[in-house]
């Protein structure tokens, strides 16, 4: 038994002084007042650390130097997931963009294996695309996107262990394949989407419950036409991933949106790309050179190609940009995508029976301590 005292515990969206923590293995084991820890549990000292539940990161496409699409094993999921749990991601979906379904089969199993291997944070995957609407690509090659059909379907569903998100345009996917997917525990969500807003909400009743980067690679809310965004926004049950780095979306686009339905249904995410915890100012995409330039990753062209983002970055900046709380901005990056994802009886809060996937935060907004599973990382 080991008990993580001195710090400012986050418990049920508030900050309580003179709690405990006690984790037993990779579990949490009870949350008692500091004068109620057993005599013989091994004292961890926060130093008067914000103790909160780990970041959970939906679409990581890269980091460390290395792109999931590139190299789809073991090994370049371990990368990953050790580079970003630098700042504060205690679980991650890798993520495919666009591409052949041969390499979305490669990268399933890959992360079948790394969870039976019990690689730390990686909780499934993200495939977005092949299955998105052309006109809305944004950076995904244009060649590698396809309709969906019987065997992507199959390809979609086939991922044994771990959760699957997968990011669609339901305009061309259609209500039934929808329904099936999620009747199948895929999770489902809307992005590089050209949908209306009747096609987009027919698509909320059918089982999507997700809206992927929103405003980013979507139809836009219109005086006439709501679009996808209108729908994301018009949903209130249903989950709406931001990229909060002052490059994708206007901070002030994004205020508008946070007053449009409950908090709890944002998600923080960073939409990394190789560059993130890693050396290098620049990587090949689908045979194209991006770059990292002035906090945002572009092409030649100047297409956005993902974020120069991080999550801890993506926290603080939930905070300074876009006026949250810091009790609801680490909300966003922990118990939201939990909840997005069906884990809340595992991860996103500290509580009894909860993954001990825990972060040490000091007042400056540095990660001091990071563990995954009650192992420190």
Same mark, same amino acid.
């Not at 999620?182 to 419950?209: F, I, K, P, W």
């Not at 989950?239 to 002052?246: A, N």
């Not at 339905?261 to 923080?268: A, H, Q, S, W």
């Not at 909840?339 to 595992?346: A, K, M």
């Given at each position: 038994?080991?008990? +993580?005292?001195?710090?400012?515990?986050?418990?049920?969206?508030?900050?309580?002084?003179?709690?405990?923590?006690?984790?037993?293995?990779?579990?949490?084991?009870?949350?008692? @007042?500091?004068?109620?820890?057993?005599?013989?549990?091994?004292?961890?000292?926060?130093? %008067?650390?914000?103790?909160?539940?780990?970041?959970?990161?939906? @679409?990581?496409?890269g980091?460390?130097?290395?792109?999931?699409?590139?190299?789809?094993?073991?090994?370049?999921?371990?990368?990953? %997931?050790?580079?970003?749990?630098? +700042?504060?991601?205690?679980?991650f979906?890798?993520?495919? !963009?666009?591409?052949?379904?041969?390499?979305?089969?490669?990268?399933?199993?890959?992360?079948?294996?790394?969870?039976?291997?019990?690689?730390?944070?990686?909780?499934?995957?993200? !495939?977005?695309?092949? +299955?998105?609407?052309?006109?809305?690509?944004?950076?995904?090659?244009?060649?590698? !996107?396809?309709? !969906?059909?019987?065997?992507?379907?199959?390809?979609?569903?086939?991922?044994?262990?771990?959760?699957t998100?997968?990011?669609?345009?339901?305009?061309?996917?259609? @209500?039934?394949?929808?329904?099936?997917?999620?009747?199948?525990?895929?999770?489902?969500?809307?992005?590089?989407?050209?949908?209306?807003?009747?096609?987009?909400?027919?698509?909320?009743?059918?089982?999507?419950?997700?809206?992927?980067?929103?405003?980013?690679?979507?139809? =836009?809310?219109?005086?006439r036409? @709501?679009?996808?965004?209108?729908?994301?926004?018009?949903?209130? %049950?249903?989950?709406?991933?931001l990229?909060?780095?002052?490059?994708?979306?206007?901070?002030?686009?994004?205020?508008?949106?946070?007053?449009?339905?409950?908090?709890?249904?944002?998600?923080?995410?960073?939409?990394?790309m190789?560059?993130?915890?890693?050396?290098?100012?620049?990587?090949?995409?689908n045979?194209?050179?991006?770059?990292?330039?002035?906090? =945002?990753?572009?092409?030649?062209?100047?297409?956005?190609?993902?974020?120069?983002?991080?999550?801890?970055?993506?926290?603080?900046?939930?905070?300074?940009?876009?006026?949250?709380?810091?009790?609801?901005?680490?909300?966003?990056?922990?118990?939201?995508?939990?909840?997005?994802?069906?884990? =809340?009886?595992?991860?996103g809060?500290?509580?009894?029976?909860?993954?001990?996937?825990?972060?040490?935060?000091?007042?400056?907004?540095?990660?001091?301590?990071?563990?995954?599973?009650?192992?420190? =990382?």
């Amino acid at each position: 038994m080991r008990a +993580f005292c001195d710090a400012r515990v986050l418990l049920d969206g508030r900050f309580a002084e003179g709690m405990a923590v006690l984790v037993e293995g990779a579990r949490i084991a009870a949350v008692v @007042p500091r004068a109620d820890v057993p005599a013989d549990a091994e004292r961890i000292d926060i130093g %008067g650390a914000m103790l909160v539940p780990g970041f959970i990161d939906t @679409p990581v496409s890269g980091g460390g130097d290395v792109l999931f699409n590139d190299s789809p094993t073991v090994e370049t999921i371990r990368r990953i %997931g050790a580079a970003h749990a630098r +700042f504060g991601a205690t679980g991650f979906l890798p993520t495919l !963009i666009s591409d052949d379904l041969a390499v979305v089969r490669e990268g399933i199993d890959a992360v079948d294996e790394a969870i039976r291997l019990g690689v730390p944070g990686v909780l499934g995957i993200h !495939i977005e695309g092949p +299955f998105i609407n052309v006109a809305r690509k944004g950076i995904h090659a244009a060649d590698k !996107i396809r309709s !969906i059909d019987e065997e992507g379907v199959g390809v979609l569903t086939s991922l044994r262990r771990g959760r699957t998100l997968v990011t669609l345009a339901p305009e061309l996917a259609g @209500p039934d394949v929808i329904r099936r997917l999620a009747d199948r525990g895929v999770v489902v969500a809307a992005g590089h989407t050209a949908g209306s807003y009747a096609e987009v909400a027919s698509a909320v009743e059918a089982g999507l419950t997700g809206f992927t980067h929103l405003f980013n690679a979507m139809s =836009q809310l219109g005086n006439r036409e @709501p679009g996808a965004v209108g729908a994301a926004l018009a949903s209130e %049950g249903v989950w709406c991933s931001l990229i909060v780095d002052g490059v994708h979306v206007s901070p002030v686009t994004l205020k508008l949106a946070l007053r449009c339905k409950p908090l709890d249904r944002f998600v923080l995410v960073s939409d990394a790309m190789p560059p993130t915890g890693g050396t290098g100012t620049s990587f090949t995409l689908n045979g194209r050179r991006i770059r990292v330039e002035a906090g =945002q990753l572009i092409d030649e062209e100047g297409t956005l190609a993902g974020a120069d983002l991080d999550m801890l970055s993506a926290v603080r900046n939930a905070c300074d940009m876009l006026d949250v709380s810091p009790e609801a901005a680490l909300a966003m990056a922990s118990a939201n995508p939990a909840d997005f994802l069906s884990l =809340q009886g595992d991860l996103g809060r500290i509580a009894p029976g909860r993954r001990a996937s825990l972060l040490a935060i000091t007042s400056t907004w540095d990660i001091a301590r990071c563990w995954i599973d009650g192992v420190e =990382q």
